[in-house]
């Protein structure tokens, strides 16, 4: 099979599984230029409410093809830069759920998702000082934002690659499962975001990652969409809430 980005949705969760069984799912051109159509489609799409990123088969990503950069390395970089930013703007949640080698490009995709579910035997790495490459600087701030200057360092300088518990340790992971429960956690994990308000997740992205010009824009928000008041309902009533706000599908 060409490698490819796989794309399905099940209640309400769109999953992207990058899929290059020969090179551990390494990223082709072609691959990252897919990935920015595809998660725009995705944030349109009102039966989607949340994003998962794996890669299909025993293994996330194993970075960049090599040979891609034969050619023009600042223009390979340019495309994962692009799909990088695309997916850290996805206005709904995004989960990496991430099994064996999730390193250098690999890395920048995770990074770029809300929250990282890891298995067991999971390695990391960041891996440009192997191949005298200038890490992005947006890559390396994002880095930086999850893991803080000192690991974000020992991380780009060596190149070597760090198992799922040190990943959990420093902040590059948010959970690790045993191996063959990611499956079954991610899922229950996403039917937990699938269930939630869309209002709180969307403004909570937003602040958490650092907009500080949208407070008045999301309090008239809160006021025209009832959600506060169908919450407390619910909550009173001992229910299930049916929030009614949404991502807009444009703009």
Same mark, same amino acid.
């Given at each position: 099979?060409?490698p490819? =980005?796989?794309?399905?949705?099940?209640?309400?969760?769109a999953t992207?599984?990058?899929?290059?069984p020969?090179?551990?799912?390494? =990223? !082709?051109?072609? =691959?990252?230029?897919?990935?920015? *159509?595809?998660?725009?489609?995705?944030?349109?799409?009102?039966?989607?409410?949340?994003?998962?990123? !794996?890669?299909?088969?025993?293994?996330?990503?194993a970075?960049?093809d090599?040979?891609?950069?034969?050619?023009?390395?600042?223009?390979?970089?340019?495309?994962?830069?692009?799909?990088e930013?695309t997916?850290?703007?996805?206005p709904?949640?995004?989960?990496?759920?991430? #099994?064996?080698?999730?390193?250098?490009?690999? @890395?920048?995709?995770?990074?770029?998702?809300?929250?990282?579910?890891?298995?067991?035997?999971?390695?990391f790495g960041v891996? *440009? @000082?192997?191949?005298g490459?200038?890490?992005p600087?947006?890559?390396?701030?994002r880095?930086?934002?999850?893991?803080? *200057?000192?690991? @974000?360092?020992?991380?780009?300088?060596?190149?070597?690659?760090?198992?799922?518990?040190?990943?959990?340790?420093?902040?590059?992971?948010?959970?690790?499962?045993?191996?063959?429960?990611?499956?079954?956690?991610?899922a229950?994990?996403?039917?937990?975001?699938?269930s #939630?308000?869309?209002? !709180?997740?969307?403004?909570?992205?937003?602040?958490?990652?650092?907009?500080?010009?949208?407070? @008045?824009?999301?309090?008239?928000?809160? #006021?025209?969409?009832?959600?506060?008041?169908?919450?407390?309902?619910?909550?009173?009533e001992?229910?299930?809430? #049916?929030f009614g706000?949404?991502?807009?599908t444009?703009?």
């Amino acid at each position: 099979m060409d490698p490819q =980005m796989q794309y399905s949705v099940t209640d309400s969760v769109a999953t992207v599984a990058i899929r290059h069984p020969e090179k551990r799912n390494a =990223m !082709t051109a072609a =691959m990252w230029r897919a990935l920015p *159509p595809l998660l725009a489609e995705s944030a349109g799409d009102p039966a989607v409410r949340a994003l998962v990123l !794996t890669g299909a088969g025993g293994t996330f990503c194993a970075g960049a093809d090599i040979s891609t950069l034969r050619g023009s390395p600042e223009e390979a970089q340019g495309l994962a830069v692009r799909a990088e930013e695309t997916l850290a703007a996805f206005p709904k949640p995004t989960l990496a759920a991430i #099994r064996g080698h999730c390193v250098g490009g690999g @890395a920048q995709l995770a990074a770029a998702c809300d929250l990282r579910f890891a298995e067991e035997g999971a390695l990391f790495g960041v891996t *440009p @000082a192997k191949l005298g490459i200038v890490y992005p600087a947006s890559s390396t701030r994002r880095l930086v934002s999850l893991v803080g *200057p000192a690991t @974000a360092k020992y991380l780009l300088f060596s190149g070597e690659l760090v198992d799922a518990e040190r990943a959990l340790r420093t902040g590059l992971v948010d959970e690790v499962l045993p191996e063959g429960q990611l499956g079954k956690r991610v899922a229950e994990f996403t039917r937990t975001l699938v269930s #939630r308000s869309q209002l !709180t997740q969307a403004a909570a992205k937003e602040f958490a990652d650092g907009r500080t010009d949208r407070d @008045a824009h999301w309090a008239g928000q809160a #006021r025209a969409s009832g959600d506060t008041a169908e919450g407390v309902a619910a909550f009173l009533e001992r229910r299930q809430p #049916r929030f009614g706000w949404s991502v807009p599908t444009s703009g």
